[in-house]
Every structure is written in C-alpha cells, then in structure tokens.
C-alpha cells in the first residue's frame, strides 16, 4: 500500500469515527516526531491540519476535500 493511499485510508477513517460537535483527530508523524494532526468536524464536513514547525507556532489550515487534505500531508511527511 502507498503512503498517500495509508493517509487517506486513515482520514475516511476518521470521517467515519466523528460523532456530534466533538470532532475526531488523527496525529502523523515521521520517526517519532510529530508533523501535524488532522482534525474532521462533522457537522461541517471539514477538515482542520494543523502543521507543527520546529520553534515555531502550528499553522492551522482547513480543507473540505480529502484528497487535497491527503496531498498536503503527503508533502509534510516527506520534508
């Protein structure tokens, strides 16, 4: 299986796992060190990434495809 098929196999999943106002969250990360976590809002159907920089505040985006979502997180765990 692909890593960009992995990710987006784990974000359904978390689609799948959300459940009311709370949202579901999923972390990734490369040798132990956190690169970002993926939270899916239901009651909107987004995506929030929230990309974690070395001395530096996360940067927070939102995504209402999978797809891109899956893209962007491909590119983060390859840096």
């Known amino acids: 299986m692909s890593q960009l ?3 987006i196999s784990r ?3 978390l ?3 959300a459940v009311g ?3 579901s969250q999923r972390f990734f ?3 132990g ?3 970002c976590s993926v939270k899916y809002f239901e009651k909107n159907e987004m995506f ?3 990309v974690f920089e070395k001395g ?3 940067q927070t985006y939102q995504f209402d495809n999978i797809d891109i979502i899956a893209i962007e997180i491909f590119d983060l765990l390859q840096a």
């Open 5 to 7: 098929t992995g990710i």
């Open 11 to 13: 974000l359904q999943s």
């Open 15 to 17: 689609q799948e796992t």
């Open 21 to 23: 106002n709370e949202p």
């Open 29 to 31: 990360e490369v040798e």
């Open 33 to 35: 060190e956190k690169r």
């Open 48 to 50: 929030e990434l929230e």
């Open 56 to 58: 530096g505040k996360p």
